[in-house]
């Protein structure tokens, strides 16, 4: 995935989304919250330094209280205030990619509270590159932070409309700000700089490739299934949509579908290669066409799980990605999703 250099650029936006996060502000310094775009996924927001604000974060996304909360500031100069011992690599990576999809791991300063954290002693942050985002967060007041989850139900599939918000979280949050569909679509990349190397923690919005070409060093994957950090984007059935997904290669895509049509089941094939064109001609099997390019497969992914899922089909076969550096975090969020609670006894 290449790299694109995101920039702030507030002259976008309207009187009325001005007025809208003026508002937005207020409900969050009177301890309310309040869903935002990001260029990734839309965000649940609260304030940092108010524990009350975040217990509701975790209330209304039904998710357990130890799955730390990413931390959103406003500028690079602030990473500072909610971070410390912050290694010269780290400080290379936000100067870079901030505002931007990669979030940095770090030991958390005194000013982060242990609700946001659930405990630990290090913090997730980012600058988020969105120009509503920017704007709450400079409306909100000098050297604030917004600490925001993705504004999903514990489990389910990241929101990349205003309308999913909506549809996921409904009257629970204070108020819905509205900034179009996520330009990534996947969440952010997240890299902890907790041992001694950087370890990548979640695949994402900026590619391991753009990571290792800027510190000048190869960068490793942690083992996604961890448990010495929690991750909740690490337990294996986050992600996921509610109809059975299931992944085949190219090669046995057409195979596996028709064996389930002969069982009576209504099933839908996602395809990204030309595959698609040899559809087979058994009516009870439905097959859309997703964008070959991983940029743009990844920013329509999760509104499509999320409009197939609404279909009521018995399953989703998707066509396994190309086995491709720039495919990693769709590849990631795809086996996550497809991810079956009875195959063994994880929960
Ligand atoms: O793109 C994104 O990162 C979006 C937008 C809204 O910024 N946010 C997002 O947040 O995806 P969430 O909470 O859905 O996923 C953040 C992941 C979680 O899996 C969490 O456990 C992990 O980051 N995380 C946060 N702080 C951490 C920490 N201190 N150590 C390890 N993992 C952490
Ligand atoms: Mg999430």
Same mark, same amino acid.
């Given at each position: ?15 009325? &989304?001005?007025?809208?996060? +003026? #508002?937005?502000?207020? *409900? =969050?310094?009177? $301890? ?7 260029? !990734? ?124 918000? &909506?549809?996921?979280?409904? +009257? #629970?949050?204070?108020? *819905? =700000?509205?900034? $179009? ?7 952010? !990349? ?158």
């Amino acid at each position: 995935m290449e790299h694109t250099q995101y920039r702030k650029n507030k002259s976008n936006l309207t009187a009325e &989304q001005q007025d809208q996060i +003026t #508002a937005a502000a207020q *409900i =969050l310094r009177e $301890g309310g919250t309040v869903a935002f775009p990001t260029e !990734t996924v839309y965000g649940l927001g609260a304030d940092v330094t108010n524990p009350d604000a975040i217990n509701k974060i975790y209330q209304i996304k039904q998710r357990p209280i130890d799955h730390p909360l990413i931390v959103h500031i406003g500028d690079v100069s602030h990473l500072d205030t909610w971070a410390q011992a912050i290694p010269d690599s780290a400080w290379q990576l936000a100067s870079y990619f901030w505002p931007g999809p990669l979030t940095l791991i770090l030991q958390r300063s005194r000013h982060i509270p242990d609700s946001v954290t659930g405990g630990q002693d290090t913090v997730g942050l980012r600058i988020p590159a969105h120009p509503v985002a920017l704007a709450l967060l400079d409306a909100l007041g000098p050297k604030k932070a917004l600490a925001a989850p993705s504004a999903n139900r514990f489990g389910r599939i990241s929101p990349t409309t205003a309308a999913h918000v &909506q549809e996921e979280l409904g +009257t #629970a949050v204070d108020m *819905i =700000l509205d900034g $179009g569909a996520c330009e990534v679509g996947l969440e952010s !990349t997240i890299i902890s700089f907790h041992d001694q190397s950087p370890k990548i923690l979640r695949p994402g919005g900026i590619a391991v490739s753009a990571l290792e070409s800027v510190l000048g060093s190869p960068v490793m994957l942690a083992h996604s299934t961890s448990q010495t950090i929690r991750t909740s984007g690490s337990l294996p059935a986050h992600y996921a949509p509610a109809t059975p997904l299931r992944i085949y290669s190219t090669k046995h895509l057409w195979d596996r579908a028709l064996a389930l049509t002969a069982q009576g089941f209504r099933v839908l094939v996602m395809t990204w290669s030309d595959v698609g064109q040899s559809r087979p001609s058994d009516q009870s099997i439905e097959q859309f066409s997703m964008p070959a390019d991983p940029i743009i497969y990844g920013q329509q992914l999760y509104a499509k799980l999320r409009q197939f899922d609404q279909a009521a089909f018995d399953y989703m076969i998707i066509e396994a990605p190309p086995d491709h550096p720039s495919w990693l975090a769709i590849t990631d969020r795809l086996q996550r999703a497809s991810y079956n609670p009875f195959d063994n006894n994880q929960n």
